[in-house]
Structure formats: structure tokens, C-alpha cells
């Protein structure tokens, strides 16, 4: 039972992260994609606050919005199997079922549920890029919606196309996620009272484990998303891969392309993360009452 309530709480966490966060990662991967000014020319977002205005004057406060059916779409099984693969991962380490993992090993549990999470992951990253990106820079939309988007990619390039960017994908979240869960852990035990245990946590010290994990899954998984963001929405057979997104980059642009929308990641990591877990937990202790 405790694969299934993982499932089911880890596909209310996603829903609830999702919700919070999508505005700030539609500014995020705008400012990750925007094409290179020509000499002379101002480049399309001079940042952060600048990007969610160009989005709300030219396509309404719903601009901040697109994409986000597909990620909505496919967030609960996502979720649900991430919190699934890391239960499994704990599991396989323990000797009890009551056994406290070391730090290690519960990072090792995170990147398990990295791995499980990849197959469902690409494609809905793949559309909601896309999405995202489409009236960016003015001009009519391609695609009318995530059906459309997945219909028109298979149809151009069949599977391969609908799935391009699993490796990068794949790059980004296995350690990210090891990280994720990790340091949650972690700030979990650090703010439990003495005296106490993490089940005993309130909706507060929740909030604030569950946010500064989400930053800390960020920090690592920052420069693997931006090289997986440009490869997704680029034309096809613009790159062969990510290494060779990764040498263009460094070729026209330096190091510090790679954390380009940082700023929004950062402000949309805590609370879309803290309401994840919140909602993780809740739905855990609900279940466990119910079960």
C-alpha cells in the first residue's frame, strides 16, 4: 500500500506545484530560447520583469499561461510515478521498513525516481516548450494546442520527434532529483523539534523544506535544462545534440548562457516546490487515516 499512496499523493504534490509555478516558467523558457541579437540590436527580454510585461501587453495575463494543459495533463502521472520511484529507491536500501536512510542513500532513491519519471517527462517538456515559445516573438501560432503540437510533431518526425530531448532530459533530472529529495529529507530532520518526528512537521516548516528544496534541485539542474530547452525548440536538424547545443552556446554566447532565466527559476523554485511537498504531505496523512 505504500507504492499506491506515494502514487496518489505524489500526483496531488505535482498538480499543486504546477498550478503555483507555471507563469514564471513560461517567462523561464521564453528567456532561455529568445533568438541572439544582431549587432546593434536590443536582445527580445532584458529580463525577468521585462519578459512577463512583453507577455501580458502583447498577449494578455493568459500568455503567462500557455502550455500549461500539457504539463497539467501529465503532471499527476509524473508526479505520481516520481514519488513512486522514490519509494521503490528507498525501499531497495532498506533492510526495515522502518530503517532512517542515510543521506546518500536517499539521494540515490531521488535519482531512481529521475530515471522513472523520463519516459512521461520528454514529451510533455517537448510540447509545452514549444507552446511556450510560439508567439514570442510575434507572428501567427503553429500549433493550436497540446494535441495539435504532439499531432503535428508526429506527423513531421513520428516518435523521435515527439520524444526528442529524452537524453537531455534524462541529464537534467537524475541528479536534480537526487538532489531533490535529498535535501528535503535533510531540512526535514534539521526542523523537527527535539523531541519530535518529521511527522510531526507543520504546514510552515513543510513550506519552507519543501521550497528551499525545489531551489536546490534548480541549482543543479539549471545549465542540463537550458541545453535541453534550446534543443527541443530548435528547427530540426539545427543541433545533433545536446553537445552540440552545449558547443554553439559556448561558441557565440559564453558560460553564462547557460543559466540564463536563473532569475525566474529561482523566484518560481520556492513556492511551486513548498506547495508540492505540502501537498504531498497532506494527501499522505489523509490516506493514511483512510487506509
Excluded at 198 to 221: E, H, K, P
Amino acid at each position: 500500500m505504500e507504492g499506491v499512496k506515494n502514487f496518489i499523493a505524489g500526483g496531488v504534490g505535482g498538480v499543486c506545484c504546477v498550478a503555483t509555478g507555471h507563469p514564471l516558467d513560461t517567462i523561464k523558457v521564453r528567456l532561455q530560447t529568445m533568438p541572439k541579437p544582431e549587432p546593434g540590436q536590443s536582445p527580445l527580454y532584458k529580463g525577468t520583469l521585462d519578459c512577463a510585461l512583453k507577455t501580458i501587453r502583447q498577449e494578455g495575463v493568459l500568455g503567462l499561461y500557455k502550455g500549461m494543459a500539457a504539463p497539467i495533463a501529465g503532471v499527476a502521472p509524473i508526479f505520481a510515478i516520481c514519488f513512486y520511484g522514490y519509494g521503490v529507491g528507498k525501499t531497495l536500501q532498506q533492510r526495515t521498513p522502518d530503517e532512517q536512510l542515510s543521506h546518500i542513500q536517499t539521494f540515490n532513491a531521488g535519482m531512481m525516481a529521475g530515471v522513472m519519471t523520463t519516459v512521461i517527462m520528454t514529451p510533455g517538456e517537448r510540447i509545452k516548450c514549444l507552446l511556450q515559445i510560439q508567439q514570442a516573438a510575434g507572428g501567427e501560432a503553429k500549433y493550436k494546442g497540446p494535441i495539435d503540437c504532439m499531432k503535428q510533431l508526429y506527423k513531421e518526425s513520428g516518435i523521435r520527434g515527439v520524444y526528442r530531448g529524452t537524453f537531455a532530459t534524462l541529464c537534467r533530472d537524475v541528479p536534480a532529483t537526487g538532489m531533490y529529495f535529498m535535501s528535503y529529507e535533510w531540512l526535514k530532520r534539521v526542523l523537527t523539534p527535539e523531541g519530535k518526528t518529521t511527522s510531526d512537521l507543520g504546514a510552515g516548516r513543510l513550506l519552507l523544506a519543501g521550497g528551499m528544496a525545489g531551489i536546490a534541485n534548480w541549482m543543479v539542474a539549471m545549465p542540463q535544462d537550458v541545453l535541453k530547452s534550446r534543443f527541443q525548440t530548435g528547427p530540426h536538424g539545427m543541433y545533433s545534440g545536446i553537445r552540440d547545443v552545449f558547443r554553439h552556446m559556448m561558441k557565440e554566447e559564453g558560460p553564462l548562457a547557460l543559466y540564463r532565466g536563473f532569475t525566474p527559476v529561482l523566484i518560481r523554485a520556492f513556492p511551486a516546490n513548498a506547495m508540492c511537498f505540502l501537498g504531498f504531505e497532506k494527501a499522505m496523512q489523509f490516506l493514511n487515516y483512510l487506509f
